[in-house]
């Protein structure tokens, strides 16, 4: 299968979905079988992705172990983007931010081990640091680019003046940020910066953490160690309330032979030919419905009528709790 390709910046170029890894080690309860796994991710290789998404935090360290152990056999053919940005305690656990500079070179060398790759594609700065001047943490990626073990430079969840600064730096291929048809948060600044700079995007939960698939009800329970579980878009009146959402979702991707997540998906890949989003999974009947979405053709017409039927529709409860909201750019 072959998927259709795009540019995101600084010449980066992609499929039109990507793949993002997180959930088969980490943030929705049991990671499922390794070898399963690894087999879903050769599997979306010979489907046509080319872009896969991980970070050392996801596991942590267990993520880019796994996306190694998959893709190395066809790295030719692969795109690999990975992130820096947390401290990792002795404890497993994510202990605040660090972006400064010499933490930075040190978790390039652990990816690169971990992934036993000699580049990395795309490397994010997962989330801002308010402690380490932007500037900073661009020019010590543009060291790493120069020394040969960074192709790309990314990041992620960060403000329009933040990526403005980092981009004067250096070039800024793609910015990374939570964007579906239930958060639109992009829309307000963000997309607008990146189409004047010629940033890519790569919005992560694009399907609303599973939500926009129509797999998740009220009456749905998390397991343990299932990130949703404490989440306020996903408390069962939360839940309840955007049900509305979805089955106008569900009636308008009916009138278009798709599925609610292929429309979901093909809403956002008509917004501007630099998006890519990357929908994870670790079933492969949801990889082929995913990738399915670029088969999804929707014209302006289209896009207003989703609009208007949901522009009256409001999205019930915050995406994160207080603390993780903190660790946002504005």
Known sequence: ????????GDGLTVSALGFGCMGMSSGYG???DRAENIAL???????GVTFFDTAEVYGPYDNERLVGEALRPVRDRVVIATKFGFHIGDDGRSAGLDSRPEHIRAVVDASLDRLGIDAIDLLYQHRVDPA???EDVAGTVAELVAAGKVKHFGLSEAAPATVRRAHAVHPVAAVQSEYSLWWRGPELGLLATLDELGIGFVPFSPLGRGFLTGAIT????FAAGDMRAGLPRFTAEALAANTRLLDVLTR?????GATPAQLALAWLLAQTPWIVPIPGTRKASRLAENLGATEVVLDAADLT???????DIPVEGERYPEAMARLTDG
């Open 252 to 256: 308008l991707a009916a009138a278009k």
């Open 30 to 32: 049991p990671t499922g």
């Open 218 to 221: 009220a009456e749905t329970t």
């Open 1 to 8: 299968m072959t998927l259709p390709l795009r540019t995101l």
């Open 41 to 47: 991710l050769r599997d979306a290789v010979d489907r």
């Open 132 to 134: 380490v001047p932007i």
């Open 305 to 311: 009528a989703i609009a208007d039927a949901l522009r």
